[in-house]
């Protein structure tokens, strides 16, 4: 293996294992700032005891979720370097951002909220708890500009061979960064309205707790219902703006080879990206593809054959992730319609629980295939159209280098993840505690 693979690996592998946690920071700081506020409101002492028991669990994803976090940054510097050089002053200029100002106050939010349970009144301490989510998600807000850029370059212009900042608002305001938002974020509250009902399934099915976890259910089913609506009809439309801005990604995802006006999609399809066809097609649907892309069933959608094979995408990898995201996301709609519909006596339908129960992995694998296939997609682009992934790695570091500290990095995600996922499976199980304070 190569310099350039291994680091793609590293940088793929610890991407994936940091992602297992920030969507779930982003969702729980929603749920967790409903249920404080209801305290607040109804003065009920349950609703504290789901905030805290919540909180602590959002506590220990958001620790590793951070630690996790760190080597990313570290990466551009040392695996990384041409690309760092050529388009650092965007970059470079986004993530400082992010880590300066939305990172910090997220940080500074979330000790104030666990340290001020004494020292401010219940409704600052909610005002807090809501700021912990707005920083959360302030944060996530400057990290899909910045991954923007990459998927869609705006804002720069080519100046002693780099890309330089020329228009700021121009990368702030890009389309594909705020669908590309939009989408990540009605994911991750689903995956924690899920990651709720799940846990609180448990609970019920032991009668532990069942006046708590019987209000989660309450919030959680609603919320978790309307976002995995949210997540097919936005979705809908960050695949156009694909179509419009990442055409050889669109092709790959639909494993479509050749370019047709009413383009046709095939509800059963396999690719042989060695042949350049499909081998399994079939259950065609007219125009289906053309609608879905353009909103036209007359739009003309290119195949990937049009496309040099040099500036195609891995079409298996990036066709089967798609799918997997879709189909999930499919389930989920039903599955948290069942929630809803059946949430006043849930405590009564021990199947529905047991799904809800089982399902608690599901929506990470969603929105993991959905990274894969946001940046898998966009290869073999790091910067879409700008700069290739083979051009940006730092020529210096030599192949054993990065197969060490992978291998580092791997073993101690690992401890980290065994020690994270033992605490919440601990702590998740054990239940709220009685509340110490009013």
């Known amino acids: 293996m190569d310099a350039l693979f291994l680091s793609r690996l590293q940088f793929a592998a610890a991407t994936m294992f940091h992602f297992l946690f920030v969507p779930l920071t982003l969702g729980l700081s929603l749920l967790i700032a409903i249920f404080e506020t209801r305290y607040v409101r109804t003065g009920d002492e349950a609703w504290l005891r789901a905030t805290k028991f919540w909180g602590k669990l959002f506590l220990i994803n958001f620790v590793i979720g951070v ?29 400082a951002i992010e880590a300066t100002a939305a990172f910090f106050l997220e940080s500074t939010f979330i000790g104030v909220w666990v340290f001020g349970w004494k020292k401010l009144s219940p409704k600052a301490h909610a005002v807090v708890a809501w700021l912990v ?32 900042l020329s228009d700021f608002a121009a990368v702030v305001f890009n389309p594909f960064a705020w669908q590309e938002f939009l989408h990540t974020v009605s994911g991750s509250y689903l995956l924690a309205c899920m990651f709720v009902l799940g846990i609180s399934s448990w609970h019920l099915l032991r009668k532990s707790n069942t006046a ?35 055409p050889t990604k669109l092709a790959a995802m639909e494993s ?16 042989d990206e060695a042949n350049e066809t499909n081998v399994i097609q079939a259950l065609k649907i007219p ?17 990937l054959l049009d496309f040099p094979k040099e500036d195609r995408p891995p079409v298996l990898i990036t066709f089967l992730s798609f799918r997997i995201m879709v189909g999930l996301g499919t389930l989920f709609i039903l599955l948290m319609g069942a929630a809803f519909l059946w949430r006043k006596d849930i405590e009564n339908r021990p199947w529905l629980l047991k799904a809800l129960l089982l399902s608690i992995p599901l929506p990470f694998v969603a929105l993991e295939a959905g990274w894969v296939l946001a940046e898998v997609g966009r290869q073999p682009w790091i910067v879409y159209g700008l700069m290739r992934t083979s ?22 995600y690992t ?15 054990k239940g709220p505690e009685a509340p110490t304070h009013a």
């Open 67 to 95: 630690v996790t976090g760190i080597t990313l940054e570290f990466q551009f510097g040392t695996n990384w370097s041409r690309y760092s050089t050529y388009v650092g002053d965007i970059f470079g200029s986004l993530l």
């Open 212 to 246: 708590i976890f019987k209000k989660c259910v309450a919030v959680a089913a609603p919320l978790g219902l309307a976002m995995a609506l949210v997540v097919a009809v936005q979705g809908h439309f960050h695949g156009n703006e694909v179509a419009r801005t990442q």
């Open 391 to 412: 051009d940006a790695f730092s020529p210096v570091v030599a192949p054993g280098q990065i197969w060490f500290s992978l291998i580092a990095m791997c073993v101690l």
């Open 415 to 429: 401890v980290l993840g065994l020690a994270g996922y033992f605490l919440m499976f601990k702590y998740a199980a």
């Open 133 to 164: 989510f707005f920083g959360s998600n302030l944060s996530a807000v400057w990290i899909l500009i910045a991954n923007g850029f990459m998927q869609n370059p705006l804002g720069y212009v080519l100046r002693n061979g780099r890309a330089e």
């Open 287 to 303: 125009d289906l593809l053309s609608i879905l892309a353009y909103n036209d069933p007359n739009a003309t959608v290119k195949g």
């Open 256 to 271: 479509h080879w050749h370019t047709e006006q009413g383009a046709p999609m095939y509800l059963i399809q396999y690719p």
